[in-house]
């Protein structure tokens, strides 16, 4: 893929999150999984720092190194189509510098979009301060221009989902935090932990713009977070946690009462996942 048609993916990604439709992310953690999204017809991949960190032996939250976590994102590149945007976590880094060498590397694995978490990777409770996090963005967006594939940058607060701060003032500071991101240079704004569907109501119309929200139990469905705006809809770590699920139910019954009917339900056939995978 040469810098052209990777520009042109980019623009493909941007063009995603305006409609008319949501775009809907169910994110994947290795190439097999991400060839299996990308043939059920959806038009981006996107990526679970989780479950990618998980494949590869680590807990989530940067305990991966940036160029295990890259290497994932370039074999996905490698073998799909379609448009990848990869969870980045804090950007493996603390200081724009950084952001602006872990946008280059992003833009060299094949990837044409980012998320980018606003928290500090050892410390999950704990925020970048705004301006430096502001700083962040500008870099990944500058630098990414000027090699020729403006990032789609998916620009992440977690204020809710790590229940950051009073609760009575998270609505207010995470409109700030979206609002000056989006200031930035960010494509797409993401508040995960959201599940409410009247405070995501409130969210769209206070931030008009492109909203991401992660789907998790108590939250609306696609179809009505799709009529409240929200732009875009991602599953985070849990279609790897669900697969995961079934290999704990299948390694169960093989133990006790030494069944094996789990493995009939609904399996991806041997000869489809060669065929997937197959270079032709």
């Not at 979206?178 to 200031?183: D, F, G, K, P």
């Not at 493995?263 to 996942?273: G, N």
């Amino acid at each position: 893929m040469n810098i052209e048609q990777q520009a042109a993916k980019a623009k493909r990604l941007r063009e995603l999150h305006s409609g008319p439709r949501i775009l809907v992310l169910p994110n994947a953690w290795d190439v097999v999984s991400a060839r299996l999204i990308e043939e059920a017809g959806y038009p981006a991949i996107a990526t679970t720092s989780a479950g990618v960190a998980a494949v590869l032996g680590y807990p989530d939250g940067e305990s991966i190194s940036r160029s295990e976590m890259l290497e994932m994102v370039a074999r996905i590149a490698r073998v799909v189509r379609v448009p990848v945007t990869a969870d980045m976590e804090a950007g493996y880094g603390v200081t724009p510098a950084e952001m602006a060498e872990t946008a280059r590397a992003l833009v060299d694995a094949g990837a044409v979009g980012m998320n980018l978490e606003d928290t500090l990777g050892e410390d999950p409770h704990r925020q970048v301060e705004l301006p430096l996090q502001v700083e962040k963005i500008c870099a990944i967006k500058e630098t990414s221009s000027k090699v020729g594939v403006p990032l789609v940058i998916n620009a992440r607060t977690d204020i809710y989902l790590a229940a950051i701060g009073p609760e009575e003032t998270r609505f207010e500071r995470t409109v700030e935090r979206l609002r000056a991101y989006r200031e930035a240079g960010a494509d797409c704004l993401f508040a995960p932990g959201i599940r409410d569907g009247e405070t995501i109501e409130k969210l769209v119309k206070a931030l008009g713009a492109p909203l991401n929200i992660l789907i998790s139990p108590g939250c609306p469905s696609i179809a009505e977070l799709e009529k409240m705006g929200v732009a875009r809809v991602s599953a985070g770590s849990a279609v790897m946690r669900a697969a995961l699920g079934l290999v704990r139910r299948v390694a169960r019954e093989m133990r006790d009462p030494r069944s094996y009917s789990s493995l009939l339900a609904e399996p991806v056939t041997y000869a489809e996942v060669n065929r997937v995978l197959s270079k032709n």
